[in-house]
Structure formats: structure tokens, C-alpha cells
């Protein structure tokens, strides 16, 4: 079992930075591909960025494609996604996520492990 606890949310003007830190425990997360997700009331649960195991690749939806980078360390069993150049449309609550069906899976409901989520509010 994997427990998964998101920080680094807040209220940011537009084009400033966040950094958001998913901590594992239970187990270690290394074995494992990572992804963040975010979604906003009345919407799906939208795929924002993964990382495989090793981080040596990563993957991005293109509405964030160089504004934000995911990175992870495990040795400290942490996932990050660091925030620059954010936009009003970024507004949304932020959940990382282990074990999906495959590396870079896109699809939420492919996932078993959740954290429950840190809200971001981009000020225009």
C-alpha cells in the first residue's frame, strides 16, 4: 500500500511559480511511474505530466509543455512538479499518482494510488 501527500499549493499571480511535492510512504515509489493530474468542479480529472521510474523520460500535455518541469527523487520517495509561468487556466486541484496500467498512462481511472489533492489558484 502506497499513501501519497501533495503540498506546495497556494495563491499565485499569473507568470509566478509553484513547486508541488507529492511524499510517499508505505512503500517505496521507485519502482513506480509517476504522474500529476488536476481538475477543476464540473470537469474530468485532466493528465498534466509523468515521470517514469527512473526519470529518464517524461511526459507533459502540451497546454504545459515548457512552463513546467516533473522530476522525482527516491530517495526521499518524492515527486515534484515545479510551476513557472502560470496562467489563470492552471487554476485547479493538483494530485499526484502511482500505479497506473503503464508509464505515461493518461487515463485517471488507470491509476490505484492517489494523494488527496492541493489546490492552485492562479490570479490574473
Known amino acids: 500500500q502506497v499513501q501519497l501527500v501533495e503540498s506546495g499549493g497556494g495563491l499565485v499571480q499569473a507568470g509566478g511559480s509553484l513547486r508541488l511535492s507529492c511524499a510517499a510512504s508505505?512503500?517505496?515509489?521507485?519502482?513506480?511511474?509517476m504522474s500529476w493530474f488536476r481538475q477543476v468542479p464540473g470537469k474530468e480529472r485532466e493528465f498534466v505530466a509523468a515521470i517514469s521510474w527512473s526519470g529518464g523520460s517524461t511526459d507533459y500535455v502540451d497546454s504545459v509543455k515548457g512552463r513546467f518541469t516533473i522530476s522525482r527523487d527516491n530517495a526521499k520517495n518524492t515527486v515534484y512538479l515545479q510551476m513557472n509561468s502560470l496562467k489563470p487556466e492552471d487554476t485547479a486541484v493538483y494530485y499526484c499518482a502511482a500505479a497506473g496500467a503503464g508509464w505515461g498512462d493518461r487515463n485517471p481511472d488507470k491509476y490505484k494510488y492517489w494523494g488527496q489533492g492541493t489546490q492552485v489558484t492562479v490570479s490574473s
Open positions: 508505505g512503500r517505496t515509489i521507485s519502482i513506480y511511474a
